[in-house]
């Protein structure tokens, strides 16, 4: 059974930067043949797709996002991180960071092409 733990997150200023990081274990195969993923999901609304990275290293990222923050994954280490920098209010939600054993596919910002979850982390970005 694989497991996504995470660490990071926290409270900061607009502007502000903040790093989480996802640490799997008890996958099989290679770890660099997941799929990987962080989504976010904001009081009252639905969990949304923020940023996805390949096994190749090919990312992609929800448009209010992109230019602020950067996944990447390091395969020697089973880890996965999201550097957020230049953070806004509307950044404030639960961060889940997400695994399936296979490439990216075209649904790749959908939560149901994901088999395994982090346990969330918090960030809270004050005005």
């Known amino acids: 059974q694989v497991h996504l733990e995470q660490s990071g997150g926290g409270s900061v200023q607009a502007g502000g930067s903040l790093r989480l990081s996802c640490t799997a274990s008890g996958y099989t195969g290679s770890y660099s043949n997941y799929c990987l993923g962080w989504f976010r999901q904001a009081p009252g609304k639905q969990r949304e797709g923020v940023a996805t990275?390949?096994?190749?290293?090919?990312?992609m990222y929800e448009n209010s996002v992109k230019g602020r923050f950067t996944i990447s994954r390091d395969n020697a280490k089973n880890e996965m991180y999201l550097q957020m920098s230049s953070l806004k209010p509307e950044d404030t939600a639960m961060y889940y960071c997400?695994?399936?054993?296979?490439?990216?596919?075209?649904?790749?910002?959908?939560?149901?092409?994901?088999?395994?979850w982090g346990q969330g982390t918090q960030v809270t970005v004050s005005s």
């Open positions: 997400a695994a399936v054993g296979a490439l990216c596919t075209w649904g790749r910002f959908r939560q149901q092409e994901y088999s395994y």
């Open positions: 990275i390949d096994g190749d290293g090919s990312t």
